[in-house]
């Protein structure tokens, strides 16, 4: 049996795909964004593998979410769960960045870096992605136009990106990018066609099969089935010209 963080774990899918991989006979660690919201956990935190609490569009706390997961013991998989949408504005972390960009795109690539090399990482992608081609001049939003739609595609491309990056970096590690889908939770609505069961299905299947199927990397995938994303997240440029920037902006190193 495995252990497995999962960020964002409180609720939707993150919640969903713990509790089936509890189920399964799985360890869990979970993740909460303040010790309020691991109240909502408390049915699942007794067995669990502990609840590690911090904000991920603040990088002070994303680098105490590392420093806690790994005071737990190395990971077998992390899924790169939690996220946001569709920010009315740009916002301001405390370090000055987007918080769609902080916590959709830093945390995830800080917490890579900074969590001990597991044997697998999943990044939660969107087919939404697709939308978020473009330059990395104004990552952060700086310059132009506040366009939520467009700063959430651009960050889901990104992470996409950067699971093939880790694919290509660390052949070590067994690195996808998994799109849900849209899926009926409190980001994504009533009235979506995903119920959450499904939506949960692959990100736990690659974090813990040994089948063949899922014992591969640099994968973009959807219900099971790899499919072609956006040319960027596959162009080697792109990145490592995102890996360059995220450094900058992060102050940490990954390759």
């Keep these: 049996m495995g252990r497995i963080f999962i960020t964002g774990s409180t609720d939707g899918l993150g919640r969903a795909a713990a509790r089936t991989l509890m189920e399964e006979g799985h360890e869990v660690v979970l993740h909460a964004r303040s010790e309020a919201r691991a109240s909502a956990v408390a049915d699942l935190a007794p067995r669990s593998g502990g609840v590690v609490i911090g904000e991920l569009s603040s990088a002070v706390e994303t680098r105490r979410i590392a420093d806690q997961v ?3 013991g190395r990971m077998d998989a992390v899924i790169h769960n ?4 569709l920010q009315p504005s740009r916002g301001s972390t405390s370090e000055g960045h987007a918080t769609t960009l902080a916590v959709n795109t830093l945390a995830p690539y800080m917490l890579t870096a900074l969590i001990e090399r597991p044997g697998r990482l999943i990044y939660l992608s969107s087919g939404l992605h697709r939308g978020g081609a473009g330059s990395l001049r104004d990552i952060d939003w700086i310059a132009r136009p506040w366009d939520p739609g467009r700063a959430y595609s651009e960050s889901k491309l990104q992470v996409a990106a950067l699971a093939f990056a880790v694919a290509r970096r660390w052949p070590d590690v067994l690195s996808n990018a998994v799109d849900p889908g849209w899926v009926r939770t409190k ?7 995903v119920d959450i069961e499904t939506g949960q299905l692959t990100q736990t299947w690659l974090a813990v099969s040994n ?5 591969v990397s640099g994968g973009y995938w959807h219900n099971r089935q790899q ?8 162009d080697l440029a792109f990145q490592d010209q995102l890996a360059a920037k995220l450094a900058e902006m992060t102050g940490v190193v990954l390759f």
């Design 70 to 72: 790994n005071g737990i």
């Design 82 to 85: 939690a996220g946001t949408y």
């Design 187 to 193: 980001m994504g609505g009533a009235h979506a066609p």
């Design 211 to 215: 089948g063949p199927a899922a014992m």
């Design 227 to 234: 499919q072609a994303p956006a040319p960027e997240v596959m």
